[in-house]
């Protein structure tokens, strides 16, 4: 039989417990603490003090106690000072986030990726200079934990190493270790797909927060999916799972880019609405947010489309509302407009398809974090090994 956790196991515990919530909720009072972790006063204060100790979160009295008595302290965390770097690498787009502790994004920049050389080192060359601009408004006394990095590929969860990514020609390409040799190995890079993070930054900050069974859709160039089942991701072996886009749904369908044919991708993805439009150029956000402008002004064609994809959005949604029975279904990237705009389309595809006791309760919605989900996903990555270990002293 397992052993009774030590004392030092269970304050370890509650002290990475008591600074996930307030990373999470944001301010909080020690008696809101007190109650949501079901620790005493003594507790709580002893756990602050310590977390301030290690500047990690500060305390101070409200503004407006709005009762008699004592007010209860108001912890906060120390955003300014504990901060991550969050990267996300797309077809068309790098960019690169200083979040601080709490989720407070306190810079930003983002540029399109870089034409020509088409390696890892090229692109993570173009993010160092990103970096390199920001430096300037570090103040010297901040702590940088860890980066988290989003990319619309293939990950293998070890060790980084992006398996696929078609639309940039890479395949085993080393992503991690080219982040390593320029910005250093003294601090944790995490990597993972940017649907698996997208899902989990909707999942703890955004329109999921309230769900622990979900899936996230993500489209541009290509489909991905993020899945969180009981409150956990899914990432499968080696961090390959849901690959969502590459389940085979039209045996007659046209080739895919993974070397398939008849993928979800090919029926729902950009190129196939643009197809079903018939325009053979204007690819990318501005082609499919033309289509979709079209259909809104009465184009017969474009509204021909749109219901077509719908129709294939919905065929996917019912099949992974069967297997994963999720409590809601979120579209992200240009699946977002897609979805609003045949949202008849996409439920009456589920209603038909799926099974009752699986799609009555589903919500279907949009993500409110909009393009930055998954670059938030990637900080809250990034801050994990500290919510985990706050007094760690590999991370102080």
């Known amino acids: 039989m397992r052993a009774s956790p030590s004392q030092e196991e269970i304050r370890r515990y509650n002290l990475g417990a008591l600074l996930r919530s307030v990373h999470v909720r944001g301010a909080t009072t020690r008696a809101e603490l007190t109650t949501s ?29 709005g009762r008699a008595g004592r007010p209860s302290l108001v912890v906060r965390p120390e955003s300014e000072r504990v901060y991550c770097f969050g990267f996300s690498i797309e077809v ?47 103040p010297p006394s901040a702590r940088y934990v860890g980066s988290g990095v989003a990319v619309s590929a293939m990950v293998r969860k070890d060790d980084g190493r992006v398996r696929l990514m078609p ?18 190995d003294e601090r944790p890079i995490a990597m993972r797909n940017n649907a698996d993070l997208a899902a989990l930054a909707e999942h703890v900050r955004g329109v999921a927060v309230d769900c622990d069974n979900l899936i996230y859709l993500d489209g ?44 979800w991708e090919t029926e729902i993805g950009e190129h196939a609405l643009l197809s079903a439009a018939a325009r053979d150029t204007g690819g990318g956000r501005e082609g499919i947010f033309s289509v979709l402008d079209a259909a809104s002004r009465g184009d017969a064609g474009a509204q021909s489309a749109v219901r077509q994809v719908g129709d294939w959005l919905g065929f996917g949604v019912a099949n992974l509302v069967n297997i ?30 799926a099974l009752p006791a699986c799609r ?13 989900a998954a670059l938030l996903g990637a900080a809250e ?8 270990a706050p007094l760690d002293d590999a991370l102080r």
């Open 324 to 353: 994963f029975n999720p409590e809601m279904v979120i579209f992200g990237g240009t699946l977002r407009e897609v979805y609003l705009a045949a949202a008849a389309q996409v439920r009456s595809r589920l209603n038909r398809q």
């Open 167 to 184: 639309h940039m020609d890479w395949v085993d390409q080393p992503l991690t270790e080219a982040l390593v040799d320029i910005f250093g």
């Open 381 to 388: 990555l990034a801050f994990e090994p500290l919510l985990a």
């Open 92 to 138: 068309d787009q790098l960019t690169v986030a200083r979040v601080g502790l709490g989720g407070v994004v306190l810079d930003r920049r983002e540029m399109p990726r870089p034409g020509g050389e088409n390696t890892t080192k090229a692109v993570v060359a173009a993010l160092a200079g990103l970096v390199r601009d920001m430096l300037a408004g570090i």
């Open 360 to 372: 009555e309760h589903v919500r279907l919605r949009t993500p409110i974090l909009g393009d930055d």
């Open 37 to 65: 972790l079901g620790l005493n006063r003594s507790t709580i204060g002893a756990l602050t003090a310590e977390l301030a100790g290690a500047g990690l979160v500060s305390e101070e009295v409200p503004l407006s106690a």
């Open 220 to 263: 541009d160039a290509g489909v991905g999916g993020g899945i969180i089942a009981a409150g956990r991701p899914v990432h499968g072996h080696g961090g390959h799972g849901g690959e969502v886009g590459h389940m085979v749904v039209n045996t007659h369908g046209k080739p895919c880019g993974c070397g398939s044919s008849g993928c």
